[in-house]
C-alpha cells in the first residue's frame, strides 16, 4: 500500500483514484499521524500531497520528519516537495513570479520519475514559492520558464519531488510519473482489485463483529445498497437492515426499498416511517449545514430507538464512503478544509451504546460501483444516480414543508422519466431539480401567475470529486421544462444550470 499524507490539497483525493487505478492500494492520512501508526500500516511508500499554505506560515502543516528516516520511497508534491526540502536541509522562497495553470515542462534526465515521458512535456502548476535551495545529495531533474526548480531527486534515499500536479488530467505524462513511483521505485504489485477487497472485507466484518447483531441503515442507494449485500455475505442472518422513511425520499422511494430487499434479497429489513419527526424538526430551518445536522442527528436517534427493540444489537453498519471522510476532515483533525459535513461522519452521540461498523469507508463511488457488481447486484442498483443521505431537504433551497417537496418530487419524477427515455440516465452522474425560494411571473391561459422556480442540475463525473455540467439536447430540455410547467402545480418557470465542479459543487446545499 502507498501512504498518502493530507497537507491540505484539493487534489488528494485525486492522487489516491490515480494510485488505486493502478490497481495499488492506498490511503489518505492526516499529517498528525504518528510514525508507529505509520509504520503499523506498512506502506511501499509515502506520498506527501500538495496544499494551500507556505512552508514558513506560522501553523503550516507538518508531517514528524522521522519519515525521512524509514528507509521508504516518498514523493513529495508541490507542498510535499516544499516540505521535503525544509526538513532536509533546502530552502524554500517566495516565487517572483507565481505560476497556475498550464506550463510547459523541460525533462533534463528521462529516468526515474521521467523514465518513458518525453523531454518537452505538458503539466499543470499552481504554486506562489519555489524551492530556491537544494539540500544535499539531490539533483534537478526538469524545470519550466518560471520555475528552474520543477522536479527533483536524491536516488539514493529514493526520493522524489514535483512542483507541479501529476494527479490532474492536465499533466500529460502525469499517470505515468506516478506509475514510475509506484512500481520501479517502490516496487509495489498491482494487487488491488474488487475480488481482493471482497476477501479482506468479509474476513475484517467477522473478525470484527463476531457473532454480534448488526443494523444497517439502509437508504436504497447504491452506498446502503453495496454495504448491505456486503454484510449479509459476510455474517448472514446476524445484519438487519433498518429502513427510515425520513419524508424527505424521491417518489416510490419506500416500496422500492422494500421490495428489492425484503422480498428479492431476503435480507432482514424493518421500516421506520418517521417523516413526520425529520419534518417537525426541519420546520423553518434554513441554512443548509443545519439541515444537515439536524437530519444527521435525527436519524441516529432514529436508529438508536430502532436498535432498542432489537435484542442483542451490538453494531450500526454505515455505507460511509473515503470521500465523505476526506470532506468532513474535521473528523480526524487533518488541514483540508470542510466542504460540507456528511450525515454518517462525525461519530455517534454518547447517549448511543452502538459501535460502527464501516465496510465502505476507504472505497470511492466508482470502486463501490465495481464492489456491487463482484457481489452480483442488478445495474440497476450498481448504476443508480447518487442521493444524497439529506435527501430533498438540501434540493429545497429554505425552509422544508410537506407540500413543497411534493412539487420537487413531482417535478423531479419528470426530469427522470425524460432522462430515461433519451437513454441518458446511465451516461449521466447525477441528473435531478432543485426547488428554488423564488418566485416570477409568468402567464397561463391568460392570466397571471406568480409562482416557483425550478432549477434543473445534471453533470457528468468520474468520482464526484470533480464534475463538468452535461450538455443535455436542447428539445429534451424543452420537453422537460414543458411537463413540468403543464404538470405540476405552482411551478410557472424552469432554469437549467451550467456550472461546475469546482467552482461549484454537484449539490446546491
Not at 333 to 358: C, D, F, R, Y
Not at 365 to 392: H, I, M, S, T, Y
Not at 432 to 440: A, D, G, H, Q, W
Amino acid at each position: 500500500m502507498i501512504l498518502i499524507i493530507d497537507f491540505g490539497s484539493q487534489y488528494n483525493q485525486l492522487i489516491a483514484r490515480r494510485v488505486r487505478e493502478h490497481h495499488v492500494y492506498c490511503q489518505i492520512e492526516p499529517p498528525t499521524i504518528s510514525i508507529p501508526d505509520i509504520e503499523a500500516l506498512t506502506p511501499e511508500g509515502i506520498i506527501l500531497s500538495g496544499g494551500p499554505a507556505s512552508i514558513y506560515s506560522k501553523g503550516a502543516p507538518r508531517v514528524d520528519r522521522g519519515i525521512f528516516g524509514l528507509g521508504l520511497p516518498i514523493l513529495g508534491i508541490c507542498y510535499g516537495l516544499q516540505y521535503m526540502v525544509d526538513s532536509l536541509g533546502g530552502k524554500v522562497i517566495r516565487s517572483k513570479k507565481r505560476e497556475y495553470g498550464f506550463a510547459e515542462l523541460s525533462v533534463n534526465k528521462q529516468k526515474g520519475l521521467f523514465a518513458g515521458v518525453k523531454k518537452k512535456t505538458q503539466c499543470w502548476m499552481s504554486h506562489g514559492d519555489s524551492i530556491g535551495e537544494l539540500p544535499d545529495g539531490f539533483s534537478i531533474t526538469a524545470s519550466t520558464s518560471n520555475t528552474p526548480v520543477a522536479a527533483i531527486e536524491n536516488v539514493k534515499s529514493r526520493f522524489y519531488g514535483l512542483q507541479f500536479h501529476p494527479e490532474v488530467v492536465h499533466t500529460e505524462n502525469g499517470k505515468k510519473m506516478l506509475a514510475n513511483f509506484l512500481f520501479a521505485v517502490c516496487r509495489c504489485k498491482k494487487s488491488w482489485s474488487m475480488k481482493s477487497f471482497v476477501t479482506h472485507a468479509v474476513d475484517d466484518i467477522r473478525r470484527q463483529v463476531g457473532s454480534e447483531k448488526v443494523i444497517l441503515g439502509l437508504s436504497g442507494g447504491v452506498d446502503s445498497s453495496v454495504a448491505a449485500v456486503l454484510l449479509h455475505r459476510a455474517i448472514g442472518r446476524q445484519l438487519t437492515c433498518v429502513f427510515v422513511d425520513n419524508g424527505v425520499l424521491r417518489a416510490n422511494e419506500a416500496e422500492r426499498v422494500i421490495s428489492m430487499f425484503k422480498k428479492h434479497l431476503r435480507i432482514n429489513l424493518h421500516f421506520s416511517r418517521s417523516g413526520k419527526l425529520f419534518l417537525k424538526k426541519l420546520k423553518g430551518v434554513i441554512e443548509p449545514e443545519r439541515k444537515r445536522k439536524i437530519i444527521g442527528r435525527t436519524f441516529i436517534e432514529v436508529f438508536d430507538a430502532e436498535a432498542r427493540k432489537i435484542k442483542g444489537v451490538k453494531f450500526l453498519a454505515q455505507g460511509t464512503l473515503y470521500p465523505d471522510l476526506i470532506e468532513s476532515r474535521s473528523a480526524f483533525g487533518g488541514p483540508s478544509a470542510v466542504i460540507k459535513s456528511h450525515h454518517n461522519v462525525g461519530g455517534l452521540p454518547k447517549t448511543m451504546k452502538l459501535q460502527l461498523v464501516e465496510p465502505l469507508k476507504h472505497l470511492f463511488k466508482d470502486e463501490v460501483r465495481l464492489l456491487g457488481k463482484e457481489l452480483g447486484l442488478a445495474d440497476d442498483v450498481v448504476w443508480r444516480q447518487p442521493f444524497p443521505g439529506p435527501g430533498l431537504a438540501i434540493r429545497i433551497i429554505g425552509d422544508v414543508t410537506a407540500q413543497r417537496l411534493s412539487v420537487l418530487r413531482k417535478a423531479d419524477t419528470i426530469l427522470i422519466e425524460e432522462i430515461r427515455a433519451a437513454n441518458l440516465y446511465y451516461k449521466l452522474w447525477q441528473s435531478f431539480t432543485i426547488l428554488l425560494p423564488l418566485k416570477s411571473v409568468g402567464i397561463m391561459g391568460d392570466q397571471r401567475t406568480y409562482e416557483n422556480i425550478v432549477a434543473i442540475r445534471a453533470v457528468t463525473s468520474d468520482d464526484a470529486m470533480t464534475a463538468d455540467w452535461a450538455r443535455l439536447p436542447q428539445d429534451l430540455l424543452a420537453r422537460v421544462s414543458t411537463r413540468i410547467i403543464n404538470e405540476v402545480r405552482g411551478i410557472n418557470r424552469v432554469v437549467y444550470d451550467v456550472s461546475s465542479k469546482p467552482p461549484s459543487t454537484i449539490e446546491w446545499e
